[in-house]
């Protein structure tokens, strides 16, 4: 089966610092991977997948994430914090096999970052 | 693009009432999906659309959700009757391609803001 663990709640960084946003998984055979936040009374907005090629993926806001399937993780990373970050967020996975098509997501990681 | 628009944005009503929760996709996008979002169970992919077909409700919770697409520019979600513990932020999305080009072409779905239901 399919799942997702996003271990942190919560994630605490100073503006200006680089932040990590932790997500592993388990799928059957190669994942597909994303990541999505979400602001206060807002929907789910993507934010990066990984398909295949480089395990660097890098999306939008400056945000990148490193597909390691070793590890089986898929964490989320900003080389430098900004207040406005400061939202939920969300790793996701879907295997290549029968409902593929089914997203898992994770249960969400909380971003503060402090000015 | 006005993205996936979602009605009412927030809906209380009292156990035992029917409740419609209503989604305009994003024009020319041809999948939709129906998600719920709790503290306890996280997002939930109820059913899923593609060409207003429903192509999987296995995550419809019970007999008393409903879920139809008429055409493509309108989807509605329906519980009856309510109750309390189907309290939740309900998301509709979108994606302009079909499963499994889904995710070939790099598109993520358009989520709406969702509508918080709590019923009492």
């Known amino acids: 089966a399919q799942s997702v663990a996003q271990p942190e709640d919560q994630v605490n960084v100073a503006e200006g610092n680089p932040l990590t946003v932790k997500c592993t998984y388990s799928v059957s055979g190669n994942p597909y991977l994303f990541w999505y936040v979400q602001y206060p009374n807002r929907g789910l907005q993507f934010l990066l997948k990984y398909i295949t090629g480089d395990n660097l993926v890098k999306g939008s806001y400056g945000f990148e994430a490193e597909f390691n399937k070793s590890q089986t993780s898929f964490h989320l990373k900003k080389p430098s914090a900004l207040v406005s970050d400061s939202a939920l967020y969300f790793c996701?996975?879907?295997?290549?096999?029968?409902?593929?098509?089914?997203?898992?997501f994770g249960s969400g990681t909380r971003l503060l970052v402090r000015p | 693009d006005a993205g996936v628009i979602q009605s009412p944005r927030h809906e209380v009503t009292e156990m035992g009432q029917e409740v419609t929760l209503r989604c305009k996709p994003i024009s020319g996008h041809n999948s939709l999906f129906w998600y719920r979002q709790t503290m306890m169970r996280g997002l939930e992919l109820l059913i899923y659309?593609?060409?207003?077909?429903?192509?999987?409700d296995s995550g419809m919770p019970e007999d008393r959700f409903s879920a139809k697409m008429p055409n493509a520019s309108f989807s509605t979600l329906k519980i009856q009757p309510s109750e309390p513990r189907d309290s939740a932020v309900y998301f509709c999305a979108s994606n302009p391609f079909p499963i499994p080009r889904l995710y070939i072409r790099g598109y993520g779905y358009t989520f709406g803001s969702g509508t918080r239901l709590t019923v009492v």
């Open positions: 996701a996975v879907s295997g290549r096999m029968d409902s593929s098509y089914k997203l898992i």
């Open positions: 659309f593609n060409n207003n077909v429903p192509i999987d």
